[in-house]
């Protein structure tokens, strides 16, 4: 079965520097999305990508977040300077059919020191 | 904005039947999704509801009521592994065109032998 691929799934860096997480989507979805989740709490959008393009961000995703899709396989999420409040479960998903049926990866954990 | 409303913790035991419900607030509606998530993993897609009724995937059906923003996740012949969190979500209606879906805070489902 087709899974969405994170790495590293574990990542742990010192506030202030820039971390990028990436993803490798179902190859033939063709809408991206970033999720995060501090322990213990609900799963948060962050964004959501179509067509080489940002479609929709959260009040989360603020100057400090971007994204990207460097070739035909990866998407990342990058943020330039972590705060502590930033350590949570990061999760990439993709669909083929928009809010239908997401494919979540496994999801990275970040934590901030 | 949306906002979801579901249990915090259900408990049951083995072969039991048990009831998650969801109740929603949105300003315009286009369907109501389940999720399971293990132990921080990734979530994983169960079910979509975009009509009123029932909707049955093997051991797991759920259900919507349109007129009463509601809905619930039905799981039968309850077996360990399904000791889980499960959450529900709808789409988020601030783009009409976006795809993301806004999770409610997750329902955390304990199965005893």
């Known amino acids: 079965e087709p899974e969405v691929t994170q790495t590293p799934s574990h990542q742990v860096t010192q506030m202030g520097q820039e971390v990028i997480l990436r993803c490798v989507p179902i190859?033939?979805?063709?809408?991206f999305y970033w999720y995060r989740q501090i322990l213990g709490q609900k799963v948060e959008f962050l964004v959501s990508?179509?067509?080489?393009?940002?479609?929709?961000k959260s009040e989360i995703f603020d100057d400090q977040f971007s994204v990207e899709r460097p070739d035909g396989s990866n998407f990342t999420l990058k943020i330039r300077s972590t705060k502590l409040e930033d350590s949570a479960m990061y999760f990439c998903?993709?669909?083929?059919?928009?809010?239908?049926?997401?494919?979540f990866g496994s999801g990275t954990r970040l934590t901030v020191v | 904005g949306q906002s979801l409303e579901q249990p915090s913790e259900v408990t049951a035991v083995e072969g039991a039947i048990v009831q998650i419900n969801c109740t929603y607030q949105?300003?315009?509606?286009?369907?109501l999704s389940w999720y399971q998530q293990h132990d921080g993993g990734a979530p994983t897609f169960l079910s979509y509801?975009?009509?009123?009724g029932l909707e049955e995937t093997g051991r797991f059906s759920s259900f919507l009521s349109r007129s009463d923003s509601y809905g619930y996740l039905l799981l039968q012949e309850l077996q360990m592994k399904d000791s889980a969190s499960y959450f529900c979500?709808?789409?988020?209606?601030?783009?009409?065109?976006?795809?993301?879906?806004?999770f409610g805070k997750g329902t955390t489902l304990s199965v005893s032998s």
């Open positions: 998903a993709s669909s083929d059919a928009g809010a239908y049926g997401y494919t």
């Open positions: 979500a709808v789409r988020d209606t601030y783009n009409q065109a976006g795809t993301a879906l806004i």
């Open positions: 990508f179509y067509n080489n393009e940002i479609s929709e």
């Open positions: 190859s033939n979805h063709l809408y």
């Open positions: 509801n975009a009509l009123d």
């Open positions: 949105t300003s315009g509606f286009y369907g």
